[in-house]
């Protein structure tokens, strides 16, 4: 919590993270910081779409991560000039 008028602060992050952020009052209040070592990400859309226009070419590994289901990884190559199309599929916990 921080306090109207109180001075901002800063902190560094040594490692890669994914960190809840919830308001001990109201459950319904949360969210999430997430630390990358990495510039390219991206946050998908309203029909889960994303894309990564400035990604240089080169051989990557891709993680999608969702709050309730998890993470998956996919390693993708990207040509010069090439455009390429990377599906995850996340399925309901029972």
Known sequence: MQPPG????????????????????????????VVLKTSHFAVTDDDGRFSLPDLPPGHYVVT??????GTQTKEITVAPGAALSLDFTFAAKP
Do not use: V
């Open 6 to 33: 109180t001075p901002p602060f800063s902190y560094a992050y040594d490692r890669e993270e994914i960190i809840l952020i919830k308001c001990n009052i109201h459950p319904w209040m949360q969210g999430y910081f």
């Open 64 to 69: 999608a991560w969702h709050e309730t289901y």
